[in-house]
């Protein structure tokens, strides 16, 4: 049964193609900025006292996987794509953890930017250490990865 | 325009019903197991090798909110959607992290389960801490939270 998902928002950055476009958000120094629709900007209400939020947007540019096995950015060896953040995924959804710089009505300047200008912005949740910090005492081919 | 997502799977959890379910996986004890349907199963390749992973889902028994503004689980003041976790957004997409516990072929266990049985499981990721962990110096509203 399919799921259907209406954007609330944009998000604007300097990227025009995959390949200027960062490696994670943790590893970018550009800015970006969300544009929430108007409908939505009482819904924005107290974002602006969070430093860090996430964006979950539509990896709209990227195609299906041609495969379940897929080479990510950092490795030269393929792994099935649950176990990588590659963006050619059977549901495109990407998600990224992003530094809150203002708030302007409707809109957020953010620090971290590592999607293409004019992704639709699928939510925003706050990001809360004590429900988003873990851990981990495995991170697989992450750990063992060719390229820094 | 309007996004469609097919699940890649259904998450099986003790709880049939919002009241039951724990507030965030990381307050949960509770083991769940994620059933991917046997067509992606060559996707998890590799992930038994993370000890931690994102489960984004489809809160399929959340209704539209009536209002942009909230009252969080943990609070009793409302708030914008977007500044709290709370189940019914414009978009309800749910996100854990949850820890893995094992995988056989297309099923995973994990420890961690907030959400409810039957939910339709979007996408698995891992959990990366240099991707994943940030150092925050502001969480709004749950910093004075009336709830712990």
Excluded at 26 to 49: C, H, K, M, Q, Y
Excluded at 84 to 103: A, E, Q
Excluded at 121 to 141: A, Q
Aim: aromatic share 12%; hydrophobic share 35%; charged share 20%.
């Amino acid at each position: 049964m399919s799921i259907t998902f209406n954007p609330i928002g944009i998000i604007h950055t300097p990227f025009k193609e995959i390949e200027e476009a960062p490696i994670q958000s943790a590893r970018s120094e550009i800015n970006g900025e969300v544009e929430v629709f108007p409908e939505f900007t009482e819904g924005l209400d107290g974002i602006e006292e969070f430093s860090h939020i996430y964006l979950l947007y539509h990896l709209n540019q990227s195609d299906q996987p041609l495969s379940l096995h897929v080479k990510p950015f950092l490795d030269d060896q393929p792994h099935g794509v649950f176990s990588t953040r590659y963006p050619r995924r059977p549901n495109p959804i990407g998600l990224s953890i992003v530094r809150l710089l203002c708030r302007d009505k409707n809109h957020l300047a953010f620090f971290g930017a590592d999607m293409l200008d004019g992704t639709p912005l699928l939510d925003i949740k706050p990001y809360i250490p004590s429900f988003d910090i873990f851990e981990t005492t495995k991170t697989g081919w992450f750990t063992n990865r060719k390229i820094q």
